[in-house]
Structures are given as structure tokens and as C-alpha cells.
């Protein structure tokens, strides 16, 4: 079975300092994983992928994630927040079981302060 | 963004009233998926579909129908709406299932009264 814990369902910075989401996963097998945006009132839009390529992962809107499978997290990282950041992310998980499932955590909300 | 469009928008309804929601594709992608989303649960898989009349139940599937007969169109009914169905239901699509990414319609709002 697969699940995934997001560390923090709230996480507040300043405009301009770096950004850290907190995202731990589990899975019987070689995991996908993705972090995907909502913005308010808005759909989901996804930020990256991993897929057992590079380990660290280059999304949208300067957004980065490193898969560390001894550790078995993918929080996800951004140098310098900016005021557009302010939104809830997802981490998720899919196995590569044939399984079409992706399995979301229950997001973190990013709150910018200016 | 992909072409997927959601109808209605919004709506409220009574309890036990039937409530069909429509997922519309232009995009040809074989998989499609109702998830419903609430405070402190994420999104929750309710069906998929993996082709034409294929598909399939996710987590929370009790109380949920789908239906798929045509690609590019995905049913959710509720047969007899309850409160507890009040949410926020998301359509989405992928190419194939599993490592592929989801893309995500804008929502529909439903509230049962």
C-alpha cells in the first residue's frame, strides 16, 4: 500500500526567503511521486515529477524537489518565496504496480508574509 | 491547461435528490478520475475509468456511480444525494495510469442541503 504525510499543514515565510514543504511517502514499490499547486477556487496544476530519473527534480516557477529514497522524503524547496507562492500543495505518490491510483496527503498551506 | 471543462460549476441540491456531475475531455487521454476534496482529507479517489465502460472504485466509492461511454466524457452520479456528499469534486485526466501525471478540471462545488 502507498501513502504519503505532508510534515505541515501550515507553513508561513516572508516574501523572499527560501520556502521548505515537508513531504514523507511510503510504497512497496519504485514510487512516482508529484507535487502539485491549488490555488484559491482554482484546479490543481502540477508543479513536478519524479520518476526514477534525477534524483532532484526541477518544476515551474523556480519550485524544486530532491527524492531521497534513504530517507524516504520529497519535500519540495524554492530559494526566494514570492507574494504569487501563497496557495496549498500536494504531495503524491503513485507506485509503478500497474496501479493507475495516486494517493494525495492532505496539503500544506503556504502563507506569504510581506 | 487541458481541455477539461466540468458542469455544473456549482450546485445545491436536497437530500436524497439524484445529482449527475460531467467531466468533458478534448484531449483523447484513456484514463479519467472523480476525486472529492475536503478539509484535512486531500483529494480522495471516489471511480476511475480506463477506457470505455471500464472502470473502476477508488476509496470512497460508496454512494457513487460512474459512467464512461465515450471517451471523452465521464458521469458522477449520486443516486440519492446526502449531506455528507457536500464537497468539492474534481474531474481529471491522464494518458495512462501510474507514473503519468493527472491534469485537473476546474471543480464543481456541490452542496447538499
Known amino acids: 500500500a502507498q501513502s504519503v504525510t505532508q510534515l505541515d499543514s501550515h507553513v508561513s515565510v516572508s516574501e523572499g526567503t527560501p520556502v521548505l514543504l515537508r513531504c514523507n511517502y511510503s510504497?512497496?514499490?519504485?514510487?512516482?511521486l508529484f507535487w502539485y499547486v491549488q490555488h484559491p477556487n482554482k484546479g490543481l496544476q502540477l508543479l513536478l515529477k519524479?520518476?526514477?530519473?534525477?534524483?532532484l527534480v526541477k518544476g515551474i516557477n523556480g519550485f524544486e524537489a530532491e527524492f531521497k529514497k534513504s530517507e524516504t522524503s520529497f519535500h519540495l524547496t524554492k530559494p526566494s518565496a514570492h507574494m504569487s507562492d501563497a496557495a496549498e500543495y500536494f504531495c503524491?505518490?503513485?507506485?509503478?504496480?500497474?496501479?493507475?491510483?495516486?494517493?494525495f496527503g492532505t496539503g500544506t498551506r503556504l502563507t506569504i508574509i510581506p | 491547461d487541458a481541455g477539461i471543462t466540468q458542469s455544473p460549476r456549482h450546485k445545491v441540491t436536497e437530500t436524497g435528490t439524484p445529482v449527475t456531475l460531467r467531466c468533458h475531455q478534448t484531449e483523447n487521454h484513456r484514463y479519467m478520475y472523480w476525486y472529492r476534496q475536503d478539509p484535512g482529507h486531500g483529494l480522495r479517489l471516489i471511480h476511475y475509468s480506463y477506457g470505455v465502460k471500464d472502470t473502476d472504485k477508488g476509496e470512497v466509492s460508496d454512494g457513487y456511480s460512474v459512467s464512461r461511454s465515450k471517451t471523452e466524457d465521464f458521469l458522477l452520479t449520486l443516486e440519492s444525494a446526502t449531506s455528507s456528499q457536500t464537497s468539492v469534486y474534481f474531474c481529471a485526466i491522464s494518458r495512462t495510469g501510474g507514473s503519468y501525471e493527472q491534469y485537473f478540471g476546474p471543480g464543481t462545488r456541490l452542496t447538499v442541503t
Open positions: 510504497s512497496s514499490y519504485s514510487p512516482s
Open positions: 519524479y520518476t526514477s530519473a534525477a534524483t
Open positions: 503524491v505518490v503513485s507506485e509503478d504496480s500497474g496501479n493507475e491510483k495516486l494517493t
